[in-house]
């Protein structure tokens, strides 16, 4: 196969091969990028592989940064753009299920492509448009499938996140498992227990944000890759409820969380350890706690004006679309954010009345029941039942709480 047209990121690096090529080496483009151009889907890295050695592609290019050159990769800079090239190469070793204990560079390319992952994954693209196919990774990509390269059992040993991979893919691109991949992945799950979570994260989470995001997580089960991965371990996903689900698409990392810790049916300060766990960001915990908080008060008690003015409209999309998904409304997706923009203020700054003109002006002594009136008046506002205006918040502060207050001294 050859491509009429390469996409402008390989174009950009065409120097860089031509370069190789003629000090007498062989260079292509591979991996992800090429797999990605076939589907006709946008590009991310450019990886070039070259049979030149590390030295003798520093001795090409006159500006280039080692930046993993014991493993045969150096980044050429070019009119401003790194492109990470490295030498065909063999692995071997990996005592740890993750990373090879000894990479030796060879001059052959066919050696580089068959210690890959996926024949989808092993394409190599030469800069005339050729396609290099030694794994009939072509008729994989046209039929959907995930085929390991070889022996799968040796490429899970080798690398146990591949099967992470395996699911993260076939939810992505929407492809099947092949059959004896799939089995290979069943009988070496329990390695995925040695595996880092942070390198288990992205996967899962781009698993969770692909197209059949659904099949992934049935396929983790399926293959017990669930009952070994180190963030799942002590629950149990119970897909009958996901299921339910009528489209399973978040769109965003804080949507995946929240949807995950709705449907593991966490508390908050389960779902903050949970995500601990994960090692995920501080900020998405954040965020995936308050949609989460929204998608539990539609499933139990309702939304109120209260829950919407303590979040953004960020996560108030997120708790929508978690809730929706979920099979609990609303029915129309701009419900809350509408409601949340009609409020009369969005920030405690913005009431008309201070803890300081409670004090001067109303008489309060500094104190707790500073607080706690402010908070009432607060409350009225959002609710709708007092206009934000200063005059008006003070008489009802001194018509219904103080007098209320005395009244009730009194009795
Ligand atoms: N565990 C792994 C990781 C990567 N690879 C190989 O290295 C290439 C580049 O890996 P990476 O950039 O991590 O992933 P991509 O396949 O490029 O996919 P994506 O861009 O979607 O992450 C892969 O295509 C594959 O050939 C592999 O064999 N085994």
Not at 1 to 20: D, H, K, N, S, Y
Not at 87 to 93: D, L, Q, V
Not at 111 to 116: E, P, Q, S
């Amino acid at each position: 196969m050859r491509l009429a047209q390469l996409p402008r990121e390989f174009v950009g690096a065409q120097p860089i091969l031509t370069t190789l090529e003629a000090a007498g080496y062989e260079a292509y483009f591979v991996g992800g990028s090429v797999r990605d151009t076939i589907l006709g889907k946008p590009i991310h890295d450019v990886d070039i592989a070259t049979s030149a050695y590390p030295e003798e592609v520093k001795a090409l290019f006159k500006r280039t940064v080692d930046t993993g050159i014991e493993h045969g990769t150096v980044m050429i800079l070019d009119h401003g753009t790194g492109y990470e090239t490295t030498t065909f190469r063999t692995e071997s070793g990996y005592q740890d299920y993750r990373r090879p204990d000894k990479v030796t560079f060879v001059r052959h390319l066919e050696d580089d492509l068959k210690r890959r992952d996926f024949t989808i994954n092993a394409l190599a693209l030469r800069q005339d448009g050729e396609v290099i196919d030694l794994f009939d990774g072509l008729s994989d990509l046209k039929a959907g499938i995930i085929r390991a390269v070889g022996d799968p059992e040796a490429r899970f040993g080798e690398d146990a996140l591949r099967m992470m991979r395996a699911v993260r893919f076939a939810s992505q691109l929407n492809f099947k498992i092949e059959d004896k991949t799939l089995a290979a992945i069943h009988t070496h799950a329990h390695l995925l227990s040695q595996i880092a979570v942070e390198r288990i994260h992205d996967e899962f989470v781009r698993m969770m944000l692909g197209k059949a995001a659904y099949r992934g997580l049935s396929m983790m089960i399926q293959t017990t890759l669930a009952d070994y991965c180190p963030g799942l371990v002590g629950h149990t996903i119970d897909l009958s409820t996901i299921a339910t689900v009528p489209a399973l698409a978040p769109k965003d990392e804080v949507e995946v969380w929240a949807m995950v810790a709705f449907h593991l049916g966490l508390s908050y300060p389960d779902t903050v350890e949970f995500l601990q766990a994960w090692k995920t960001a501080n900020h998405i915990i954040k965020a995936a706690n308050q949609a989460l908080h929204l998608a539990y008060a539609q499933q139990y008690h309702g939304v109120t004006k209260q829950l919407l003015f303590a979040m953004t409209p960020d996560t108030i999309a997120a708790g929508t679309n978690v809730a929706r998904m979920s099979g609990y409304g609303p029915d129309d997706p701009n419900e809350w954010l509408r409601v949340y923009n009609e409020l009369p203020i969005k920030d405690s700054h913005d009431l008309a009345l201070s803890g300081a003109d409670l004090i001067k002006k109303a008489g309060l002594t500094p104190g707790p029941a500073v607080g706690e009136t402010l908070q009432k008046v607060q409350n009225a506002v959002i609710d709708g039942e007092l206009n934000n205006e200063a005059a008006e918040l003070l008489k009802y502060v001194q018509d219904k709480i103080l007098a209320k207050n005395d009244t009730s001294t009194k009795k």
